[in-house]
């Protein structure tokens, strides 16, 4: 049998907690001999191939079909392809890696609670400041499709932000933030608040593979951890 390809985390927040959990269905990765090599074995496996990769480098690889399944933020699989929905089976959610993919704005903007308030603002910004309203955030896609999709707003500017998002309306580049969340200390230190209904997504790291022809034995991890994860906090 063909070796199937499952990636995970190399680095990063999700890398430790996605090892403790395939650990604990069985599946022990064995570290690679060569700490900079990409590419490990599961103990006691040889129809199992693990790459290692970084969390957004999993979401293309899946989106370009190179690997069988990954384990990576649902975030970045959202925002990394239009049709992961259709292209993708989210085969299991892991319990880690929670986060939310959310709009925030100034505090100081008090009359702005909601994204029909932030609508109105975004309309009349032109008008009052002489340019359009700008959005600092990475996830460009999820941010199209919360504002002009479901909201029905158009008039606004995407700032591609790399990094500290948060900080870009106290320095003037942007108005608001699309980010993500998980404590919410970033934003709180940041003066943001989030919207009442700006909660895009509600991230956690995922197991992800083709929505068809999956190898045998990534449909046995699959459903091993679809288990483990119903053992850990049984439906209420
Ligand atoms: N507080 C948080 N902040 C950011 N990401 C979080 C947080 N909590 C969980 N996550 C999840 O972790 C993912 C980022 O993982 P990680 O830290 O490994 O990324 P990274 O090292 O920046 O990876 P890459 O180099 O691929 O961008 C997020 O996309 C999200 O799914
Ligand atoms: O709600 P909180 O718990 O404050 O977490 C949110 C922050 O954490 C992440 O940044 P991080 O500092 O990890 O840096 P990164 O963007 O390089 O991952 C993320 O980009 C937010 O800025």
């Not at 709180?188 to 995922?206: H, M, P, W």
Request: with cysteine; proline share 5%.
């Amino acid at each position: 049998m063909n070796p199937a390809t499952l990636a995970m985390p190399s680095k990063g927040r999700l890398r430790d907690d996605a090892l403790a959990l395939l650990a604990g269905i069985g599946i022990t990765v064995i570290p690679p001999a060569d700490s900079r090599s990409y590419r490990a074995r599961v103990e006691g496996r040889d129809d199992l191939e693990i790459a290692f990769l970084s969390a957004s480098e999993i979401a293309r690889e899946l989106g370009a079909g190179r690997i069988d399944a990954g384990i990576t933020g649902e975030d970045l699989v959202r925002e990394g392809f239009a049709d992961s929905e259709t292209r993708l089976d989210l085969a299991a959610r892991l319990g880690f890696g929670q986060a939310d993919v959310v709009v925030a704005v100034p505090e100081a903007w008090f009359d702005v609670e909601t994204m029909a308030d932030l609508g109105e603002v975004a309309a009349g910004f032109r008008a009052r400041h002489g340019r359009r309203f700008r959005i600092a955030t990475k996830y460009w896609r999820l941010t199209q499709r919360h504002f002009s999709q479901e909201h029905g707003i158009q008039l606004y500017r995407i700032i591609e932000s790399l990094g500290a998002t948060e900080g870009a309306p106290a320095a003037g580049q942007a108005d608001a933030i699309v980010d993500i969340t998980s404590t919410g200390s970033t934003l709180r230190a940041n003066q943001l608040k989030v919207l009442t209904d700006g909660v895009i997504l509600r991230s956690e790291a995922c197991l992800f593979t083709a929505p068809e022809n999956v190898p045998p034995q990534i449909a046995d991890i699959a459903g091993r951890l679809r288990a483990a994860q119903k053992k850990a906090a049984p439906p209420s």
